[in-house]
């Protein structure tokens, strides 16, 4: 291993980045064995609260680490740094026809542009944030006791995963860490393999993404043997050789952009594995049965999130002059694979009973609006001439841009509504432990099992809780305003582009009407399952004894929300930075108009269109999404709080208006709830049903195919040489008839026929 | 001086008859015996191939097989005393314990 620094654009990368990787990696054995050796003792416990102490000092400096790699870059604009860390294969050998010496070298090394900067930081900070949470949530169940270990443990190595999949410089290396989340990510979906529905769903989730995987390996075979030749001294996937400009012009010139779309294909299919959209969404709802901060982390804020980079980072190669035109199919795929994804996972998410199964089917969708807007972004970067046309140039970076902000606000936000779902759920244990034992403590001693025939997870069971969680209500309500897009806070700025966007390129190519209108679409059903959500939570008149029990106590919990709420309101300060300019175009700088006429900029571009057409687009999403779908969950689930219940006044008038609403509009719709659609969603349209009943037949007949072939063909061979040379020896044991004449006879003839061959030789 | 010829000739019927005996005789002692009949026979030619060409090799294999056969035959006769003992017969046609 031989460390050098090797630099494109003359910015390196500091090498202490290194440390943002290998911090958490070494916590991970050390978690493991001091978990091993300790578990149960009262320091390691107390203290330490099982590892989440020394998990969380080693967050913090892979967050300073982080934030000082970022502070160094932000101001930056040149395309991006690269540096090697180190050579990981290398060598060298002497070319047979010409005589020399041809050198081959793998490297890792880091890459830092705009999108690393965003989501470097999404990752470290949430990393840190949920592993705060981990500690209130994980460690105050019973349940956990002396495992929580394993449960950091395999944390800490997840956010190496992550961080080293954002700061990696090839897609080599970015596959390798991807692997390792989806390792992590199984074993912590399975973090209570004692129950069977969780030993399911981490296997779901590991051979669901699987599939995508596979797919993705031959997507990078293809890439790395169409760049192989174009690589002086090896590595075929780093990004430095995969974005140049010279590279792609030698491929076009080559007329192999037809295989390097196909590449690109099949490298997006291991995205959509990886985030879960239509047709590999099956396993996400059913990760869910991980603990709460796993799905906060992993299957919310930064893994599922992994496949949208991997898109992103084909950006440079849709966007570059060689290709022009070469791969819109694919970006309409991408945008198709986003529209279909959104709306029908915002569909199943109208019937979820399940607190946690609403908000996995809004990430689903909200992951797949990112999509959409990618797949808008990469096919304006791929048809536009936005290289010499200062226009073009804005539309392509803005649409991209917004796409990444998307991601952002969507991290933030869905981190912190899993944190606040798990909060609900977390008091909601409590609550019920300390009904049941206040009212039947003589049945039952046992704390674990009463609580397995009350669903803690469950709305049907929660209302009225404005009162009771206040911080969690305030997050629950800042997260999901910021996803249904909320003007002026969140989601809103990002949203509104993507949905624009994706208009924008419908008017040039009508194939994208169609994921077009489901994302406008999907943005009312967002407004109405994001309020369902909160209504049925927090409003109303409490649903259970339970619930009417609950109190915001558990320490360490409340702090990360604390934390998430100014971040997601904040996300105008960000908006009107130009955080779409800077994410889209790694030539901008932060704010370069200025907060205030950057604010003014943004506002006018947002409410005041000059195109009638995008300013009456804006309307009809804000229509949708804020009006009809939020009504509608009014109607149907607002109600005042119990009597005596006070909100905090930040919370009153949205629970007063969704009483009012309720109380002039109510409407029954317990004949559309018991309807085909509804039981058609109630089975998530039944893809599950399919994909069993798919893999039964295909995989059964298979297996049944493979066992004859077993049998017959492998089995029998060898069977077939076993009674092969018994029946052979039991015929040549004939021979042997005991007799001493039959000897003679046979010495005779054998000497005869020695003689006679030695006479014909001679 | 007899012709090497013809005791050629009578070594090779000596041969024949001491292998016939050998195949069809079912007392093991008339076997052994047969066994020394083609043995000799061997002798014999050495010695008419060593008159003929006049060298002396041929003698020194005859005096040498004459003593191993000796030593087969005391051997021999051990083993049928042996298979006496435990059979109670020398017929060849009743020991066939190493069949199949």
């Given at each position: 291993m031989s460390a050098e620094t090797v630099s494109g654009t003359g910015l390196e990368v500091p090498s202490f980045a290194l440390l943002i990787i290998l911090l958490p990696m070494l916590a991970f054995p050390v978690i493991l064995l001091l978990g091993r050796l300790f578990n149960g003792k009262e320091w390691w416990r107390g203290t330490l609260k099982e590892g989440g102490?020394?998990?969380?000092?080693?967050?913090?400096?892979?967050?300073?680490?982080?934030?000082?790699?970022?502070?160094?870059?932000?101001?930056?604009?040149?395309?991006?740094?690269?540096?090697?860390?180190?050579?990981?294969?290398?060598?060298?050998?002497?070319?047979a026809a010409t005589g020399e010496i041809q050198l081959f070298s793998m490297n890792f090394g880091f890459y830092v542009d705009h999108t690393t900067v965003m989501l470097l930081f999404v990752a470290s900070f949430l990393c840190l944030l949920i592993n705060i949470f981990s500690i209130g949530y994980m460690n105050t169940d019973p349940v956990n006791d002396n495992r929580n270990h394993r449960f950091y443990a395999e944390f800490v190595l997840f956010c190496s995963g992550m961080l080293g999949m954002v700061l990696s410089d090839s897609f080599l290396w970015l596959f390798i860490f991807w692997e390792l989340m989806g390792l992590c990510s199984y074993l912590l979906i399975g973090f209570y393999y004692e129950r069977p529905s969780a030993a399911y769903a981490a296997k779901k989730a590991f051979l669901t993404t699987r599939v995508g995987d596979v797919f993705l390996v031959i997507g990078l075979a293809m890439l790395w043997n169409l760049f192989?030749?174009?690589?002086?001294?090896?590595?075929?996937?780093?990004?430095?050789?995969?974005?140049?400009?010279?590279?792609?012009?030698?491929?076009?010139?080559?007329?192999?952009?037809?295989?390097?779309?196909?590449?690109?294909?099949?490298?997006?299919?291991?995205?959509?594995?990886?985030?879960?959209?239509?047709?590999?969404?099956?396993?996400?709802?059913?990760?869910?049965?991980?603990?709460?901060?796993?799905?906060?982390?992993?299957?919310?804020?930064?893994?599922?999130?992994?496949?949208?980079?991997?898109?992103?980072?084909?950006?440079?190669?849709?966007?570059?002059?060689?290709?022009?035109?070469?791969?819109?199919?694919?970006?309409?795929?991408?945008?198709?694979?986003?529209?279909?994804?959104?709306?029908?996972?915002?569909?199943?998410?109208?019937?979820?009973?399940?607190?946690?199964?609403?908000?996995?089917?809004?990430?689903?969708?909200?992951?797949?609006?990112?999509?959409?807007?990618?797949?808008?972004?990469?096919?304006?970067?791929?048809?536009?001439?936005?290289?010499?046309?200062?226009?073009?140039?804005?539309?392509?970076?803005?649409?991209?841009?917004?796409?990444?902000?998307?991601?952002?606000?969507?991290?933030?936000?869905?981190?912190?509504?899993?944190?606040?779902?798990?909060?609900?759920?977390?008091?909601?244990?409590?609550?019920?432990?300390?009904?049941?034992?206040?009212?039947?403590?003589?049945?039952?001693?046992?704390?674990?099992?009463?609580?397995?025939?009350?669903?803690?997870?469950?709305?049907?069971?929660?209302?009225?809780?404005?009162?009771?969680?206040?911080?969690?209500?305030?997050?629950?309500?800042?997260?999901?305003?910021?996803?249904?897009?909320?003007?002026?806070?969140?989601?809103?700025?990002?949203?509104?582009?993507?949905?624009?966007?994706?208009?924008?390129?419908?008017?040039?190519?009508?194939?994208?009407?169609?994921?077009?209108?489901?994302?406008?679409?999907?943005?009312?059903?967002?407004?109405?399952?994001?309020?369902?959500?909160?209504?049925?939570?927090?409003?109303?008149?409490?649903?259970?004894?339970?619930?009417?029990?609950?109190?915001?106590?558990?320490?360490?919990?409340?702090?990360?929300?604390?934390?998430?709420?100014?971040?997601?309101?904040?996300?105008?300060?960000?908006?009107?930075?130009?955080?779409?300019?800077?994410l889209g175009d790694t030539g901008s700088h932060l704010g370069e108009m200025g907060l205030l006429d950057g604010f003014l900029y943004e506002m006018e571009h947002a409410f005041a269109n000059h195109d009638p057409f995008f300013l009456v687009l804006t309307y009809i999403a804000i229509g949708l999404s804020l009006v009809v779908g939020p009504m509608a969950a009014m109607a149907l689930y607002g109600g005042q709080l119990a009597d005596g219940e006070v909100a905090k006044p930040w919370l009153k008038p949205f629970v007063s208006l969704s009483a009012r609403v309720n109380?002039?509009?109510?409407?029954?719709?317990?004949?559309?709830?018991?309807?085909?659609?509804?039981?058609?969603?109630?089975?998530?349209?039944?893809?599950?049903?399919?994909?069993?009943?798919?893999?039964?037949?295909?995989?059964?007949?298979?297996?049944?195919?493979?066992?004859?072939?077993?049998?017959?063909?492998?089995?029998?061979?060898?069977?077939?040489?076993?009674?092969?040379?018994?029946?052979?020896?039991?015929?040549?044991?004939?021979?042997?008839?005991?007799?001493?004449?039959?000897?003679?006879?046979?010495?005779?003839?054998?000497?005869?026929?020695?003689?006679?061959?030695?006479?014909?030789?001679a | 001086m007899i012709d090497p010829l013809y005791v050629s000739g009578l070594s090779a019927m000596l041969f024949v008859m001491g292998l016939w005996g050998a195949f069809t005789r079912k007392n093991a002692i008339i076997v052994l015996m047969c066994f020394e009949l083609m043995l000799n026979a061997a002798n014999l030619q050495f010695a008419a191939a060593a008159v003929h060409h006049g060298d002396v090799t041929g003698w020194i294999y005859t005096v040498f097989a004459i003593a191993i056969a000796a030593a087969e035959v005391a051997i021999g006769l051990a083993i049928l005393l042996s298979m006496y003992n435990q059979h109670a017969t020398i017929s060849l046609d009743e020991v066939e314990l190493l069949k199949h």
């Open positions: 102490l020394i998990a969380l000092p080693v967050m913090a400096a892979s967050l300073i680490a982080s934030l000082a790699i970022i502070r160094r870059f932000l101001g930056e604009t040149s395309a991006s740094a690269t540096s090697t860390v180190m050579h990981w294969v290398n060598f060298a050998w002497q070319d192989q030749p174009h690589a002086v001294g090896g590595d075929a996937l780093a990004y430095s050789v995969v974005f140049d400009g010279a590279n792609l012009q030698a491929i076009a010139d080559a007329g192999k952009s037809g295989a390097l779309q196909l590449a690109l294909g099949f490298m997006f299919i291991g995205a959509v594995g990886k985030s879960a959209q239509f047709p590999l969404h099956v396993w996400l709802p059913d990760a869910m049965e991980g603990p709460t901060p796993v799905s906060a982390l992993i299957h919310a804020a930064t893994m599922v999130n992994a496949g949208l980079y991997l898109v992103a980072r084909m950006f440079p190669i849709f966007g570059a002059e060689a290709m022009h035109g070469a791969f819109t199919d694919l970006a309409f795929l991408i945008a198709l694979v986003g529209g279909i994804t959104a709306c029908m996972a915002a569909l199943i998410a109208f019937v979820q009973m399940d607190l946690k199964k609403v908000l996995a089917y809004s990430t689903m969708s909200q992951l797949a609006y990112i999509f959409t807007g990618l797949g808008a972004a990469l096919w304006l970067a791929n048809s536009l001439d936005w290289h010499h046309d200062d226009a073009a140039h804005t539309i392509v970076v803005v649409a991209f841009g917004a796409a990444l902000f998307h991601l952002f606000n969507h991290a933030m936000a869905k981190g912190m509504l899993f944190m606040a779902s798990g909060s609900v759920i977390h008091e909601m244990h409590h609550a019920h432990h300390d009904v049941h034992h206040h009212h039947d403590h003589d049945e039952h001693h046992d704390d674990h099992h009463d609580e397995d025939h009350f669903d803690a997870q469950s709305m049907a069971n929660m209302g009225g809780l404005a009162s009771k969680l206040p911080i969690t209500a305030t997050a629950m309500l800042v997260g999901s305003a910021s996803i249904i897009g909320l003007p002026l806070i969140g989601g809103f700025w990002s949203k509104e582009g993507i949905i624009a966007n994706t208009w924008r390129v419908a008017l040039e190519d009508p194939r994208f009407f169609l994921p077009a209108i489901l994302v406008l679409v999907t943005a009312g059903m967002t407004g109405f399952y994001m309020s369902r959500m909160w209504f049925m939570t927090f409003a109303g008149k409490p649903k259970s004894e339970v619930a009417a029990h609950v109190h915001e106590q558990t320490p360490w919990i409340p702090v990360p929300l604390l934390v998430l709420i100014p971040m997601s309101l904040s996300a105008i300060v960000f908006a009107s930075l130009e955080a779409t300019h800077y109380k002039r509009h109510r409407f029954d719709n317990a004949a559309l709830a018991e309807g085909s659609l509804a039981t058609a969603l109630q089975e998530r349209l039944y893809f599950d049903a399919w994909y069993d009943a798919a893999c039964e037949k295909l995989v059964a007949g298979f297996s049944n195919l493979a066992a004859v072939f077993d049998r017959r063909v492998v089995d029998g061979a060898i069977k077939g040489i076993e009674s092969g040379s018994q029946s052979t020896s039991r015929q040549v044991r004939s021979l042997t008839t005991g007799s001493a004449r039959d000897y003679i006879m046979m010495a005779a003839l054998g000497t005869l026929l020695i003689a006679l061959v030695l006479w014909g030789v | -």
